[in-house]
């Protein structure tokens, strides 16, 4: 049993899961629109990177061949 190909195949598999739960990754940039001596505003904007499903499905399934070939003799 190789125990670093289970991990590497656990990652994977989590991962995996995760990938089909959220289906993308989402975050916040502040950005300055006028700045007048000591009065500044900003403007936030969310941003999503979308993760497509093939991502996840080849990374669970790499994960399901790397811990069977871990769980090999």
């Known amino acids: 049993m190789k125990?670093?190909?289970?991990?590497?195949?656990?990652a994977?598999?989590?991962l995996g899961v995760i990938s089909?739960?959220?289906q993308g990754l989402t975050?916040?940039?502040?950005?300055k629109v006028l700045e007048v001596g000591p009065i500044t505003a900003t403007k936030e904007t969310e941003k999503t990177i979308p993760l497509p499903p093939l991502l996840g499905g080849l990374?669970?399934?790499g994960g399901i061949v790397l811990v069977t070939a871990g769980g090999r003799r």
Do not use: R
């Open 12 to 14: 994977l598999i989590v």
């Open 3 to 10: 125990p670093s190909l289970l991990l590497i195949g656990v």
């Open 59 to 61: 990374a669970l399934v």
């Open 20 to 22: 089909f739960a959220y």
């Open 27 to 31: 975050y916040t940039t502040q950005e």
